[in-house]
């Protein structure tokens, strides 16, 4: 599997397209960084499957704009130009760094039945995986550390069809034993991974690919 980005300038009519259903597809894309063509092929980052999935980290110093490119990714801002289009197979997660949810007074319990709809017995099970147990279950949703948001949206997005998760700074300001299950979560995830990171330990165990935005361009490297 490939993905193909084109990063051109307004006048750029020949960015590089590919269409299929398990690719990404980034056609003309300019945004505001007003940078000259760029090419960068990742090969295998939206796969049709969860196993194999490529592993990529989007570094770059502040301001390089990884913010914004992961927001046209996710359709959170739109592009000056050019289209975005995942597959019909892709299923993504998103943890971004500010954690926040539509109803913090809400217990944990609570979030799940309505925000969710689930089932009583479904929602405490699904907590219980995301090691929320007993009474921990219902704590309001502002009592809760950056490790437990953290832990809650996962466990909020979560499901057997999801085959990509995006992480935003995932390890920033969190405790040792919110950092070691963010890490094993990732461990254990079988699909495709996209991290914005500004950890290079985290970057170091996980990535097999690097994406990075430097001046204005983006360079894609294997690193596995």
């Known amino acids: 599997m490939k993905l193909f980005i084109g990063l051109g300038n307004y006048g750029d009519q020949y960015a590089h397209t590919r269409h299929n259903a398990g690719f990404e597809v980034i056609d003309r894309l300019s945004d505001r960084w007003h940078i000259p063509v760029t090419r960068a092929r990742c090969h295998g980052l939206i796969g049709e499957g969860t196993v194999g999935g490529e592993r990529v980290a989007l570094v770059g110093a502040n301001g390089a704009g990884k913010t914004t490119l992961l927001k046209i990714l996710l359709g959170e801002e739109s592009p000056d130009a050019g289209v975005v289009q995942f597959g019909p197979s ?26 969710l709809g689930c089932e009583p017995q479904q929602a405490r099970n699904r907590l219980g995986a995301y090691r929320f147990r007993g009474e921990d279950q219902f704590k309001l949703v502002s009592q809760l550390s950056g490790g437990e948001r953290a832990r809650l949206k996962l466990c909020m997005q979560m499901n057997s069809a999801v085959n990509m998760l995006i992480l935003d700074e ?30 290079r330990y985290f970057v170091n165990r996980f990535a097999n690919r690097i994406w990075e935005l430097d001046n204005g361009r983006l360079r894609s490297f294997d690193c596995g």
């Open 90 to 115: 892709v299923r993504a997660a998103y943890l971004p760094q500010q954690i926040t949810f539509e109803h913090p007074e809400r217990t944990l319990y609570d979030t799940l039945l309505y925000d």
């Open 170 to 199: 995932p390890t920033n300001h969190l405790d040792l034993d919110s950092r070691e299950w963010i890490e094993s979560a990732v461990d254990q995830f079988e699909g495709t991974l996209l991290i914005v990171s500004h950890d």
